[in-house]
């Protein structure tokens, strides 16, 4: 089935310590997106991909990196710098209708 | 600044009745609007989208209504049911950019 899978479902971190999110498409989408969701608030864009090795950064880009080697990859890092990693994270990929499917979401828990 | 805004929270609906979501926008460059529900711990899941070209879009029990003078667009649920019971959120883009989410409205269909 296509789909996005995203990976680990849920992560617990310690202070200090950088964790990668993974994100994987199988729908041939170019773009791709990551997503963050706190409690009582919309869903903000950390990072997003239009293409293969090119990504631009959202509104709440600092403290985490991305890359995009492959076009159905895109793995989001949760650097130190990141002051308050705690949230679910959302992966998205667009078609060209320009619908988002969203993967079922990894939760990061800071210790 | 909350460019796409949902104003309610939380919204409770007997079950057969009408739901009424609604959501508010800034940006007049948007011309293309979504509406995602949302299950807790999970993924958003696309719902019914509508452009900027048309003001009503139908898809079985779910209507989204676009007012482009207000920048006013509503989703109506009708008849509601329990299962509709979930999180949803709007989002809204001009063409070629990011989406912008709501904060999202929690609706409760009380069977």
């Known amino acids: 089935d296509g789909g996005i899978t995203q990976s680990p479902k849920y992560l617990f971190r310690k202070e200090g310590q950088n964790v990668t999110l993974s994100c994987e498409q199988n729908?041939?989408?170019?773009?791709m997106y990551w997503y963050r969701q706190d409690p009582g608030q919309g869903l903000r864009l950390i990072y997003y991909?239009?293409?293969?090795?090119?990504?631009q950064k959202g509104d709440i880009a600092e403290g985490y990196s991305v890359s995009r080697e492959k076009k159905e990859s895109f793995p989001l890092t949760v650097t130190s710098a990141q002051k308050n990693p705690t949230a679910f994270y959302l992966c998205?990929?667009?078609?060209?209708?320009?619908?988002?499917?969203f993967g079922e979401g990894s939760r990061l828990t800071v210790l | 600044d909350q460019q796409v805004k949902q104003n309610s929270p939380s919204l409770s609906v007997q079950e057969g009745r009408i739901s009424i979501l609604n959501c508010d926008y800034t940006?007049?460059?948007?011309?293309?609007f979504l509406w995602y529900k949302k299950y807790p711990a999970e993924g958003p899941t696309f719902l019914i989208s509508?452009?900027?070209?048309?003001d009503k879009n139908e898809d079985g029990r779910f209507t989204v209504f676009l007012n482009k003078s207000a920048k006013h667009l509503s989703l109506h649920i009708v008849p509601s049911q329990p299962g509709d019971s979930a999180v949803y959120f709007c989002?809204?883009?001009?063409?070629?950019?990011?989406?912008?989410f709501g904060t999202g409205t929690s609706l409760t269909v009380i069977p």
């Open positions: 509508i452009s900027s070209i048309k």
């Open positions: 940006n007049s460059m948007f011309d293309y």
């Open positions: 991909s239009q293409i293969v090795n090119d990504f």
């Open positions: 989002a809204a883009s001009a063409v070629g950019n990011q989406f912008y």
């Open positions: 729908l041939n989408h170019d773009a």
């Open positions: 998205a990929s667009k078609d060209r209708g320009g619908e988002l499917f």
